[in-house]
């Protein structure tokens, strides 16, 4: 059962190195994955399901790495672990963003920003949940403007700048600044 389900992403993920995920049959996954086409349904209702778990292992995965090392006084560090997987994972990525699962990626990335936010410093002027929603959404639109441009165009660590300077550096800063609507506190 579990070799099935590990053969199944492996020939979805060998698939799309190949073709765009809209390309992509059951029945090519399960060619790929040298499985019954039946044996596809026992694990997922459809190719669209499929790339959703593998979305949610993506993500835990990413988290997992780059949600340490928020807690450092260089926020620089987890962008340039971000951006790093996500090159090295490039084809996948692209597909998870521009693909079928972009929904579920997008639920299960704020779903698991919330759950870490707590374990990393945050800033004092925006409540935790807003600010994973925020840094999830702008993460997602910087991650898939990066995977849309030209192999190349951009570096690892521009973009880990980009995304280091417009997300996670003010969203963790201790911003003096009141609330609107409320006056600051000594």
Same mark, same amino acid.
């Given at each position: 059962?579990?070799?099935?389900?590990?053969?199944?992403?492996?020939?979805?993920?060998?698939?799309? @190195?190949?073709? *765009?995920?809209?390309?992509?049959?059951?029945?090519?996954?399960?060619?790929?994955? /040298?499985?019954?086409?039946?044996?596809?349904?026992?694990?997922?209702?459809?190719?669209?399901?499929?790339?959703?778990? +593998?979305?949610?292992?993506?993500?835990? *995965?990413?988290?997992?790495?780059?949600?340490?090392?928020?807690?450092?006084?260089?926020?620089? +560090?987890?962008?340039?672990?971000?951006?790093?997987?996500?090159?090295?994972?490039?084809?996948?990525?692209?597909?998870?963003?521009?693909? /079928?699962?972009?929904?579920?990626?997008?639920?299960?990335?704020?779903?698991?920003?919330? @759950? /870490?936010?707590?374990?990393?410093?945050?800033?004092?002027?925006?409540?935790?949940?807003?600010?994973?929603?925020?840094?999830?959404?702008?993460?997602? @639109?910087?991650?898939?403007?990066?995977?849309? *441009?030209?192999?190349?165009?951009?570096?690892?660590?521009?973009?880990?700048?980009?995304? =280091?300077?417009?997300?996670?550096?003010?969203?963790?800063?201790? =911003? *003096?600044?009141?609330?609107?609507?409320?006056?600051?506190?000594?």
């Amino acid at each position: 059962m579990i070799r099935s389900r590990d053969a199944l992403r492996r020939g979805l993920l060998a698939l799309l @190195e190949r073709k *765009q995920f809209e390309q992509i049959t059951i029945r090519d996954i399960a060619a790929e994955a /040298g499985v019954g086409y039946a044996t596809f349904f026992r694990h997922h209702p459809s190719k669209e399901d499929l790339l959703g778990a +593998i979305a949610a292992e993506e993500i835990a *995965q990413l988290m997992e790495l780059t949600l340490p090392l928020l807690d450092s006084r260089d926020t620089s +560090i987890s962008c340039l672990a971000l951006c790093t997987y996500i090159d090295r994972h490039r084809t996948l990525w692209s597909a998870l963003l521009a693909g /079928g699962a972009a929904a579920t990626l997008r639920a299960e990335f704020i779903r698991l920003a919330k @759950e /870490g936010a707590s374990r990393v410093r945050s800033s004092r002027w925006i409540p935790v949940e807003l600010g994973a929603v925020y840094g999830v959404a702008a993460t997602i @639109e910087i991650l898939a403007w990066w995977l849309h *441009q030209p192999a190349g165009a951009y570096s690892v660590e521009q973009v880990a700048g980009y995304l =280091d300077r417009l997300v996670v550096a003010p969203a963790t800063a201790a =911003d *003096q600044r009141p609330e609107p609507g409320r006056r600051n506190r000594p």
